[in-house]
């Protein structure tokens, strides 16, 4: 099961679908321009498996943006956090994924070249079926 990928193609159909073209994965793949990013924190994951193949667990989502303007970076993060506020997706083996906005954008850092970065920072809970 891919949580991020299961939220990314929901956010690039639905919420951001006029805003960004792309959401690429844990590093960004260029060093100018506007670009976001999704990355799955492992630490924070947590998961309960029981005897019947079932499983319940969790774990954190955090997308970066960046931008020569922090306007741009606050209504996409902004975006993302109210299109996937108890939002509950499927994956094409029942499993159940309810996400909640953990965080608002927040400013991270600002490089050398003037772009700013903002992260938001979603929690993911899953209940995949047993036998």
């Given amino acids: 099961m891919n949580i991020t990928k299961i939220l990314n193609d929901y956010l690039l159909e639905n919420g951001l679908k006029e805003k960004v073209d792309s959401i690429y994965n844990d590093l960004f793949p260029f060093d100018d321009g506007d ?5 799955i924190e492992p630490s924070s994951a947590q998961e309960t498996s029981f005897i019947d ?57 600002e490089d050398e070249k003037g772009l700013v970065i903002y992260s938001s920072v979603i929690v993911a809970k899953y209940n995949r079926k047993g036998e």
């Fill in 53 to 109: 193949g079932s499983c319940v667990g969790s774990v954190t989502l955090a997308y970066y943006m960046r931008s020569q303007n922090a306007e741009v970076c606050r209504n996409i993060l902004n975006a993302i956090c109210d299109e996937v506020d108890n939002l509950a997706l499927t994956d094409g083996n029942e499993t159940e994924v309810r996400f909640e906005s953990q965080t608002l954008p927040s400013f991270v850092s």
């Fill in 35 to 39: 670009c976001l990013i999704s990355r």
